[in-house]
């Protein structure tokens, strides 16, 4: 089994940045392709990113592109979600995800974090 833990998330005004951080167990992470999804109220999950297990490949869902950015430390095992320039629409819980093999660009999570609450106020 494998266990997300998800921390940075907070209120912040329109504009402005955060840095999404989830750590997993070390001896699966590695091997694991990560991402980030999100839910606002009302409305189903949806992809943000998602990162190769070497972090050699990325891919970002258009809303967030340019403004997101998907990176991880192996040697830390930690993924981390850089967003910067955010928007109201951007109010989510957010998740970190994991699987085993796969790929970025079709991203089908195994695995699930708890998730944390972004609030962007205008």
């Known amino acids: 089994q494998v266990q997300l833990v998800e921390s940075g998330g907070g209120l912040v005004q329109a504009g402005g940045s955060l840095r999404l951080s989830c750590v997993t167990s070390?001896?699966?992470?590695?091997?694991?392709?990560m991402g980030w999804f999100r839910q606002a109220p009302g409305l189903e999950r949806e992809f943000v990113a998602a990162?190769?297990?070497?972090?050699?490949?990325?891919n970002y869902a258009d809303s967030v592109k340019g403004r997101f950015t998907i990176s991880r430390d192996n040697a830390k095992n930690t993924l981390y979600l850089q967003m910067s320039t955010l928007k109201p629409e951007d109010t989510a819980v957010y998740y970190c995800?994991?699987?085993?093999?796969?790929?970025?660009?079709?991203?089908?999570?195994?695995?699930w974090g708890q998730g944390t609450q972004v609030t962007v106020s205008s």
């Open positions: 990162i190769s297990w070497s972090g050699s490949s990325t």
């Open positions: 995800a994991a699987r085993f093999g796969g790929n970025v660009y079709n991203f089908r999570s195994t695995y």
């Open positions: 070390p001896y699966t992470f590695s091997s694991l392709t």
